[in-house]
């Protein structure tokens, strides 16, 4: 009954299905993506840039133009300048630390050993736990009265006793004492970061062939040699790439701060994101938290370009 | 300088022996091939004299020196990897320095070595390219480079030349022995390619099974195989073996000749040759059959040059001979060569 297709005998048969018309089927696909970033990224963009520029509030929410006002008033505020610093200072030095933690650990890891697989899953924990529900967890760790970190401490004779070296007081306060405080904050956020870290790490030193490291060996490197000349620029590339996302991670995250210190004391752990949040959100000043957002965003975009430089460049080698 | 001595070497990779057992020792600028199927140990062996494999039992000695438990930098060795291993975060120059630098050789001397290196392997106008830059034959010449560069007492090579296709494996297989000849470095290559060993090797050493079956020169392993397998991994067709009683009769197909282009009667048997099979190679014809009434064991191959153009045809029978001094018998259990030719 069929008779073979010929070209443009059945329109049928020559154009085929949807799914034979690759322009049309590259569109529908890709239209999806593009829908998901005009809607949940670009739309709230423009928005914030729009609020930055207003005078809007929750309550009244329309949009009057104001000029740059808000800005200049940001600045002009210490609780402002107070939370770019710390928002510098906690993102710079937690993701220092996971550099280092994650290399180590990664370089653990590498090497078979019994019962591997428990500890990988342990490493891996934080990353699979809501950040909420970790931090509550660190907020009981934290705890002025029942802090497990303080028992140990206590335990060790190194809290609580007149000789001690830490103190004669029975607990440390972590939250409570600005120091104190900053630190447990970037100690939540490496313990957030860390697995990615390490898992990012671990892919990057397997990624080394075997022979270069033996090659090094053979051509009479010491094991420190082999690390500096041979390990860390091989994996440069992918570190980075490690090392920019939990910038961004880090940069961007709110919940840590607000499960933990709620910014206290006294601001003393305020950073961008908490600062917009009760500025713009629990204070009801729409504009003014816009504009505080919007600072973050030459930072973002800089990571961006770095991650995506690194990541052509990991291409190449 | 330059001997390597190893000494009831074995690595047990689990239960499993790679290398079991092996006694071996170079002559002074000696070229060594190791040569075997994959995972005879070949490479485990070379791994183990490099350092970069521990020994579970026996002992390396480099110019006398027990080097066992010393570290692959304390051993003064170069080795040569099949994959190159160039770094390839590092330009041609800096390939070659790493070994003088790690040395804490000073930067005048590293520049006269690295380029004295480099001049001798022709890739002078390559040092400020990176390896991804290089073709398949530079990289290969900046890893011989940069083994030389040090001039190490032992050169190690692992299968250089697997990774170049079949024009310029010949080519570098040539340069090679040259350079090799020049320096006269002791050196131990690994490789499965029986034409590499022959053309390579002052003597073979070859494995089988974390064994080595035989070393002797090319010319005592082609023509005295010491057993079975080495008849039969060496040479291309390999060795005939035909079952006669309770001995293995060996001969090398060009060997086997038309009875016509014999010369003589003397000392020769004749057998007649049932052809199968017949294959125009060029510069030579395969004539594939089958000898004698027995239903096993009787398949064989000759080598006819091209020069010869005898008419021959698949299916007929013609009488085919061999001289007697080119048999080898073997032992039908052991596989081993038997004394003296057969009757």
């Known amino acids: 009954m069929t008779s073979p297709a010929r070209p443009g005998s059945s329109p049928g048969a020559s154009r085929g299905g949807i799914f034979d018309r690759q322009e049309t089927l590259a569109k529908l696909l ?27 509030t929750t309550g009244e929410p329309s949009i009057h133009l104001v000029g740059l006002r808000n800005f200049g008033a940001a600045l002009a505020d210490p609780v402002f300048r107070l939370a770019l610093r710390n928002t510098f200072l906690f993102t ?44 509550i967890g660190w907020l009981w760790m ?19 006793t007149a000789t001690a070296l830490l103190g004669p007081q029975t607990n440390l306060y972590w939250l409570g004492v600005p120091g104190l405080a900053i630190a447990s904050v970037i100690i939540v956020n490496v313990w957030r970061i860390l697995p990615l870290a390490t898992v990012i790490q671990l892919g ?72 917009t949040f009760f500025k713009g959100i629990e204070a009801g000043d729409l504009a003014q938290g816009a504009a505080i957002s919007l600072f973050m965003f030459p930072v973002l975009a800089l990571v961006a370009i770095f991650i995506l430089r690194m990541a052509r460049r990991t291409e190449v080698v | 300088m330059g001997c390597v001595e190893i000494r009831g070497i074995s690595k047990l990779f689990g239960n499993v022996p790679a290398v079991d057992q092996i006694d071996l020792a170079t002559n002074e600028g ?20 490099a350092g970069i494999e521990i020994p579970t039992a026996g002992e390396i000695a480099i110019d006398g020196r027990v080097v066992t438990d010393l570290p692959p930098r304390m051993r003064n060795i170069a080795m040569v990897f099949q994959s190159y291993a160039l770094y390839p975060h590092m330009t041609v120059y800096k390939n070659i320095a790493f070994p003088l630098r790690a040395r804490g050789v000073d930067e005048g001397t590293v520049r006269k070595k690295v380029e004295w290196a480099a001049g001798m392997f022709k890739i002078g106008r390559l040092l400020d390219r990176k390896p991804r830059e290089l073709s398949g034959g530079e990289r290969q010449r900046v890893a011989l480079a940069r083994a030389m560069v040090r001039e190490p007492s032992v050169f190690l090579l692992d299968e250089p030349l697997s990774n170049l296709d079949a024009l310029l494996r010949t080519s570098a297989r040539e340069e090679l022995r040259q350079f090799q000849r020049r320096v006269g ?18 003597r073979i050493a070859v494995m089988s099974q974390g064994k ?52 003589g009667s003397e000392g020769v048997i004749t057998y007649p040759f049932e052809v199968t099979y017949l ?58 060569a038997l004394p003296g030719e057969t009757a």
């Open chain 2, 30 to 49: 000696e070229f060594l091939v190791l040569l075997g199927p994959s995972g005879c140990g070949k490479t485990t062996l070379l791994r183990m004299i």
């Open chain 1, 142 to 160: 934290y705890d002025s009265i029942f802090s497990p970190i303080d028992w140990v401490l206590r335990y060790l004779g190194m809290l609580g």
């Open chain 2, 212 to 263: 080595v079956r035989q070393v002797g020169s090319p010319m005592d392993i082609y023509m005295y195989p010491a057993d079975t397998f080495v008849a039969t991994f060496v040479g291309s067709p390999p060795m005939n073996l035909l079952e006669q009683e309770d001995v293995l009769l060996g001969f090398r197909p060009e060997t086997f000749m038309p009875s016509d282009a014999v010369e």
């Open chain 1, 204 to 275: 990057g030193l397997s990624s080394i062939p075997k022979d270069l490291i033996e090659a090094a060996e053979v051509d009479g490197a010491s094991p420190w040699r082999r690390t500096l000349m041979i390990t860390i620029p091989l994996t440069l590339p992918i570190v980075s790439i490690a090392f920019l996302f939990g910038i961004v991670f880090t940069f961007t995250d709110l919940i840590v701060v607000y499960v933990l210190t709620r910014g206290g004391p006294v601001h003393m752990t305020q950073e961008l994101s908490s600062w």
């Open chain 2, 279 to 336: 294959e125009y190679l060029g510069a030579e014809r395969l004539v594939y059959g089958n000898v004698g009434e027995k239903s096993h064991g009787r398949h064989v191959v000759a080598r006819l040059p091209g020069s010869l153009t005898l008419p021959l045809e698949a299916g007929k029978t013609y009488p085919f001979a061999i001289a007697r001094r080119d048999l080898r018998r073997f032992d039908r259990k052991s596989g081993l």
């Open chain 2, 185 to 202: 470095v002791t050196t131990i290559y690994v490789t499965h390619d029986q034409v590499e060993a022959m053309g390579l090797g002052d």
């Open chain 1, 30 to 56: 890709i239209a999806p993506a593009v829908l998901y970033i005009v809607a949940m990224i670009g739309a709230p963009f423009v928005l914030a840039i729009l609020y930055s520029l207003s005078d809007a």
């Open chain 1, 92 to 135: 710079l030095l937690s993701q220092s630390i996971v550099i280092v933690l994650s290399r180590i650990l990664a370089n653990a890891l590498l090497k078979p050993f019994r019962g591997k697989w428990l500890v990988r899953f342990l490493i891996m924990l934080p990353w699979t736990a809501p950040i909420s529900l970790g931090t």
